[in-house]
């Protein structure tokens, strides 16, 4: 039997979207605002029940940095550490570097600087440290380097308020040089902790006390949940006193993609370019020779909501995007502190993908470059978030993403979202809202082309997949398994999206905190590498258990080839097969039910067998013959915390290979409450794959009879032809192999051609002839015996499923010896078929 696949494809579209919150919960512990080491600690412990890391180990006094790496590709990785990771020749060192937790304060004339713990993000390739922050030259570790200066023109987290001046010198509330100044530079002002997350990889942060708002902060360092070369910088800050603290968070930072880290204005003379849809910035460096690309995105919890390229004109004040040449500072954008920016205020939000945000437009309409003071592109950028008040005991959430790599690979991403088509609003969901899932993956890497392998997403219990929505031949069950092989190249999207209903089951699958989990794994690889890389996302799903908690199931079983087997939720069969439903109903909700129907109609290629329904023990009358449908009104009310169950046997009669789905109904149930509820259906319908029989080598028809007619043999021998064939000869057969189909005649055994006891003829003589098919002959009469006869000297060839033979062994093609001595009568006899395989002709 030959198989048809069809390869169906799906169309991913590609689109853009931004997810952006300021996550604010309450905490009951409340820590006296000092700043000590040990309030600090105090402070941390609140911090770390939102930062989802449950293993913090804090480092000792003057502890050595630690660096995390992940990979990208071809032995180059992302890493990611506080402070220097290099040493003077320019390799990568593992730590060594023991200034992040010494005091932070810098000079406050000229451009300021923020010594000792700044965040540094950098490519490992294969173990040479390619910079993508500017750095002093110096900036290493070892003999004569000066670690403590690393990232030294950035300031990072910045806690802003309106209390600056009109150049906001954001210096001034650079979170890090603010870790307080009150205590001596050789004191420890910042604790460093380290831990790993979910994928057991490295997770650090630095945490201190904000002296000038009086709160606690942690600057926390992780890789991508994920598994994306990525790495998220995050903020999270606690207010202990009894006033609200006030602020707005910015990040400052001055880029420098140079492997040789002397972040000279000819490798910095760049321009930058937004991502689109307000998500953020890339750029690409000024050389030849050595290729890379940074980029930084908000596409993560809490990211911020502005963000404006601009150039280091200005140091102090990172709200300025630059200057153009002859005509001063630009005002428009800009993006100061504001608790309501106006349009002019808004940064680079307004920025297409693939606008160049180091040039404005001039008074006569043409784009002019941003500049600094010397005429060049010193490139940097600017975030903020919205304004925020936190409460006493609050604790804020603050992050974005960057991520950097070299020409030749790609940058892959992956977020999981979803809505609730039911709501218009966020929020919980309901037993039977339809949640609409999409599955983003987005390559933001430099001349590459990742190729998406697998997309597999099997989802919870309480979970059932609308095959409506996706292709059905990616779905199996509850699973969606597609092996796209689609490349994506630089800064393309493409989006799998589908369907799901939250069942009645889910309430009994959710987890401590009242959620179900959907996980999302994408498997890739750099086009022409061997540098397979999955990735994972996953979506929490709240749901609001109901007062009517029930599960309602239906589940299948094969009773022809597998009577005693265990029932489940789908089962395969061949025409033919009895199949055993088997429909549970329990509950044990606030809710019961009083009163209830049982409707389920059964497809039209399953035949009921009669006498086979059953209602918790009780027969129920055969479904209705006209609408093939059972129906009955449940008797009684339904008591909690007990197993009704509603069970027939079903023939198959399907043709051909199918799925035949049933799904079980409850009609009109009125429940303890009050409420009724028309139409209630089972979790997921029992389906039965109906498979083709395998196909065999058989007789499918024989002739009934070979009529001779009638004869007055007036004593005389005669051979009569016959004067018809009554039936066909039709075969299967299922190899495509050569074969041939025979005839043969037992004249002197248990058989013979007989009238009553006068037997026709019965000596092994030439009874009975046929006309055997030969190439090049119009008659090839063989006389028959035990011994098959081919019908068709040629023989056949192939697979056949009906083959009709009748031509062969028709009218005119037997002959029957009549002796002289023949009593009169009406005689028969049996001949024999055979069909077997021979070797090819």
Request: cysteine-free; aromatic content about 10%.
């Given at each position: 039997?030959?198989?048809?696949?069809?390869?169906?494809?799906?169309?991913?579209?590609?689109?853009?979207?931004?997810?952006?919150?300021?996550?604010?919960?309450h905490?009951?512990t409340?820590?006296?605002?000092a700043?000590?080491?040990?309030?600090?600690?105090?402070?941390?412990?609140?911090m770390?029940?939102?930062?989802?890391?449950?293993?913090?180990?804090?480092?000792?006094?003057?502890?050595?940095?630690?660096?995390g790496?992940i990979p990208i590709?071809?032995?180059v990785?992302l890493?990611?550490?506080?402070?220097?990771?290099?040493?003077?020749?320019?390799?990568v060192?593992?730590?060594?570097d023991?200034?992040?937790?010494k005091?932070?304060?810098?000079n406050?004339?000229?451009?300021?600087?923020?010594?000792?713990?700044?965040?540094?993000?950098?490519?490992?390739?294969?173990g040479?440290y390619?910079?993508?922050?500017?750095?002093?030259?110096n900036?290493?570790?070892?003999?004569?380097?000066?670690?403590?200066?690393?990232?030294?023109?950035?300031?990072?987290f910045a806690?802003v308020?309106g209390?600056t001046?009109?150049?906001?010198?954001?210096?001034?509330?650079?979170?890090?040089r603010?870790?307080p100044?009150?205590?001596?530079?050789?004191?420890?002002?910042?604790?460093?902790y380290?831990?790993?997350?979910s994928?057991?990889?490295?997770?650090?942060?630095?945490v201190?006390?904000?002296?000038?708002?009086s709160?606690?902060?942690?600057?926390?360092?992780r890789?991508?949940?994920?598994?994306?070369?990525?790495v998220?910088?995050e903020l999270?800050?606690?207010?202990?006193?009894?006033?609200?603290?006030?602020?707005?968070?910015?990040?400052?930072?001055?880029?420098?993609?140079?492997?040789?880290?002397?972040?000279?204005?000819?490798?910095?003379?760049?321009?930058?370019?937004?991502?689109?849809?307000?998500?953020?910035?890339?750029?690409?460096?000024?050389?030849?020779?050595?290729?890379?690309k940074?980029?930084?995105?908000?596409?993560?919890?809490?990211?911020?909501?502005?963000?404006?390229g601009r150039?280091?004109?200005?140091?102090?004040?990172?709200?300025?995007?630059?200057?153009?040449p002859?005509?001063?500072?630009i005002?428009?954008?800009?993006?100061?502190?504001?608790?309501?920016?106006?349009?002019?205020?808004?940064?680079?939000?307004?920025?297409?993908a693939?606008?160049?945000?180091?040039?404005?437009?001039?008074n006569?309409?043409?784009?002019?470059?941003?500049?600094?003071?010397?005429g060049?592109?010193?490139?940097?950028?600017s975030?903020?978030?919205?304004?925020?008040?936190?409460?006493t005991?609050?604790?804020?959430h603050?992050?974005?993403?960057?991520?950097?790599?070299?020409?030749g690979?790609?940058?892959?991403?992956?977020?999981?979202?979803?809505t609730?088509a039911?709501?218009?609003?966020?929020?919980?969901?309901?037993?039977?809202?339809?949640?609409?899932?999409?599955?983003?993956i987005r390559?933001?890497?430099?001349?590459?082309?990742?190729?998406?392998?697998?997309?597999?997403?099997?989802?919870?219990?309480?979970l059932?997949?609308?095959?409506?929505?996706?292709?059905?031949?990616?779905?199996n069950?509850?699973?969606?398994d597609?092996?796209?092989?689609?490349?994506?190249?630089?800064?393309r999207?493409?989006?799998?999206t589908?369907s799901?209903?939250?069942?009645?089951s889910?309430?009994?699958?959710?987890?401590?905190?009242?959620?179900?989990?959907?996980?999302v794994?994408?498997?890739?690889?750099n086009a022409?590498?061997?540098?397979s890389?999955?990735?994972?996302?996953?979506?929490?799903?709240?749901?609001?258990?109901?007062?009517?908690?029930y599960?309602?199931?239906?589940?299948?079983?094969?009773?022809?080839?597998?009577?005693?087997?265990?029932?489940?939720?789908?089962?395969?069969?061949?025409?033919?097969?009895?199949?055993?439903?088997k429909?549970?109903?329990?509950?044990?909700g606030?809710a019961?039910?009083?009163?209830?129907?049982?409707?389920?109609k059964?497809?039209?290629?399953?035949?009921?067998?009669?006498?086979?329904a059953?209602?918790?023990?009780t027969?129920?009358?055969?479904?209705?013959?006209?609408?093939?449908?059972?129906?009955?009104?449940?008797?009684?009310?339904?008591?909690?915390?007990q197993?009704?169950?509603?069970?027939f046997?079903?023939?198959?009669?399907?043709?051909?290979?199918q799925?035949?789905?049933?799904?079980?109904?409850?009609?009109?149930?009125?429940?303890?409450?009050?409420?009724?509820?028309?139409?209630?259906?089972?979790?997921?319908?029992?389906?039965?794959?109906?498979?083709d029989?395998?196909?065999?080598?058989?007789?499918i028809e024989?002739?009934?009879?070979?009529?001779?007619?009638?004869?007055?043999?007036?004593?005389?021998e005669?051979?009569?032809?016959?004067?018809n064939?009554?039936?066909?000869?039709?075969?299967?057969?299922?190899?495509?192999?050569?074969?041939?189909?025979?005839?043969?005649?037992?004249n002197?055994?248990?058989?013979?051609?007989?009238s009553?006891?006068?037997?026709?003829?019965?000596?092994?003589g030439?009874?009975?002839?046929?006309?055997?098919?030969?190439t090049?002959?119009?008659?090839?009469?063989?006389?028959?015996s035990?011994?098959p006869?081919?019908?068709?000297?040629?023989?056949?060839?192939?697979?056949?499923?009906d083959?009709?033979?009748?031509k062969?062994?028709?009218?005119?093609?037997?002959?029957l010896?009549i002796?002289?001595?023949t009593?009169?009568g009406?005689?028969?006899?049996k001949?024999?078929?055979?069909?077997?395989?021979?070797?090819?002709?």
């Amino acid at each position: 039997m030959k198989t048809r696949k069809i390869i169906f494809k799906i169309l991913l579209a590609l689109f853009s979207s931004l997810i952006m919150f300021l996550f604010l919960s309450h905490v009951t512990t409340i820590t006296k605002a000092a700043g000590g080491q040990g309030d600090i600690e105090q402070a941390e412990k609140i911090m770390r029940k939102y930062d989802g890391i449950t293993n913090w180990q804090e480092q000792s006094t003057s502890p050595p940095n630690q660096v995390g790496k992940i990979p990208i590709g071809n032995g180059v990785s992302l890493g990611y550490t506080f402070g220097s990771a290099r040493n003077a020749t320019g390799k990568v060192v593992t730590g060594g570097d023991n200034t992040i937790t010494k005091y932070s304060q810098g000079n406050n004339t000229g451009a300021p600087t923020t010594p000792n713990g700044k965040i540094n993000i950098f490519i490992d390739q294969n173990g040479t440290y390619y910079g993508i922050l500017h750095q002093g030259a110096n900036s290493f570790i070892g003999t004569g380097g000066t670690p403590g200066n690393a990232s030294d023109t950035s300031i990072d987290f910045a806690l802003v308020n309106g209390s600056t001046s009109s150049n906001e010198f954001y210096d001034s509330y650079n979170l890090l040089r603010q870790m307080p100044v009150f205590e001596s530079s050789s004191s420890t002002n910042k604790i460093f902790y380290t831990g790993t997350d979910s994928n057991n990889k490295p997770v650090y942060k630095l945490v201190g006390y904000f002296y000038k708002k009086s709160v606690y902060a942690e600057i926390v360092l992780r890789p991508d949940p994920t598994g994306a070369p990525i790495v998220r910088r995050e903020l999270y800050v606690y207010n202990p006193n009894t006033s609200t603290a006030q602020f707005q968070v910015f990040f400052g930072e001055d880029t420098g993609l140079d492997p040789s880290n002397n972040n000279t204005q000819t490798v910095d003379n760049v321009p930058m370019f937004a991502l689109g849809d307000n998500k953020g910035l890339f750029m690409y460096s000024g050389l030849s020779t050595s290729p890379s690309k940074l980029f930084v995105t908000n596409n993560v919890p809490d990211g911020f909501q502005n963000f404006m390229g601009r150039v280091l004109t200005n140091p102090t004040s990172w709200a300025v995007k630059g200057t153009i040449p002859g005509k001063g500072q630009i005002s428009d954008p800009s993006m100061p502190f504001s608790t309501a920016p106006t349009a002019s205020q808004m940064g680079d939000i307004n920025a297409k993908a693939g606008d160049n945000l180091l040039q404005v437009m001039g008074n006569t309409g043409q784009m002019i470059d941003v500049v600094d003071s010397n005429g060049f592109q010193d490139s940097a950028y600017s975030l903020r978030w919205p304004a925020v008040s936190l409460s006493t005991g609050e604790v804020a959430h603050f992050s974005s993403a960057i991520g950097a790599t070299v020409s030749g690979l790609a940058i892959p991403s992956l977020r999981m979202t979803y809505t609730n088509a039911n709501q218009t609003t966020t929020g919980s969901n309901h037993v039977g809202d339809t949640l609409k899932f999409n599955v983003k993956i987005r390559n933001d890497g430099y001349n590459s082309n990742w190729i998406i392998s697998r997309i597999l997403d099997s989802l919870p219990n309480g979970l059932a997949i609308d095959t409506n929505t996706i292709n059905s031949s990616l779905v199996n069950g509850n699973t969606i398994d597609y092996n796209p092989n689609t490349g994506l190249i630089d800064n393309r999207e493409s989006n799998l999206t589908f369907s799901a209903q939250v069942t009645n089951s889910a309430p009994y699958y959710l987890d401590s905190s009242g959620n179900l989990t959907n996980t999302v794994a994408v498997t890739g690889h750099n086009a022409g590498q061997n540098d397979s890389t999955t990735m994972k996302d996953s979506v929490k799903i709240p749901v609001i258990t109901p007062s009517f908690k029930y599960r309602f199931t239906k589940l299948v079983r094969n009773e022809t080839t597998n009577p005693n087997g265990d029932y489940t939720q789908q089962v395969t069969a061949q025409k033919g097969d009895v199949i055993d439903y088997k429909i549970d109903f329990t509950s044990n909700g606030q809710a019961t039910v009083k009163s209830t129907s049982i409707y389920d109609k059964l497809d039209s290629n399953l035949e009921a067998v009669s006498g086979s329904a059953y209602w918790n023990g009780t027969s129920v009358s055969d479904p209705d013959p006209t609408y093939h449908e059972y129906y009955f009104a449940v008797p009684g009310s339904i008591n909690n915390n007990q197993t009704y169950s509603f069970t027939f046997k079903a023939k198959v009669t399907a043709p051909s290979s199918q799925v035949i789905s049933n799904t079980a109904t409850l009609l009109n149930t009125t429940l303890s409450s009050g409420t009724t509820d028309s139409r209630i259906n089972t979790e997921e319908p029992a389906l039965v794959n109906v498979q083709d029989a395998p196909q065999t080598t058989a007789f499918i028809e024989v002739p009934s009879k070979i009529d001779f007619g009638s004869v007055n043999s007036l004593n005389l021998e005669r051979i009569l032809k016959n004067v018809n064939t009554t039936g066909k000869l039709r075969i299967s057969h299922g190899d495509n192999t050569s074969f041939q189909v025979s005839v043969s005649y037992d004249n002197n055994g248990d058989n013979p051609i007989a009238s009553g006891d006068n037997k026709l003829v019965q000596d092994n003589g030439d009874t009975l002839l046929f006309n055997q098919t030969k190439t090049n002959s119009n008659e090839n009469w063989q006389p028959l015996s035990t011994s098959p006869i081919p019908i068709n000297s040629d023989g056949f060839s192939g697979s056949y499923t009906d083959l009709d033979l009748t031509k062969y062994v028709g009218s005119q093609k037997w002959k029957l010896r009549i002796p002289a001595d023949t009593k009169a009568g009406q005689y028969s006899g049996k001949i024999t078929w055979t069909i077997a395989d021979v070797p090819a002709l």
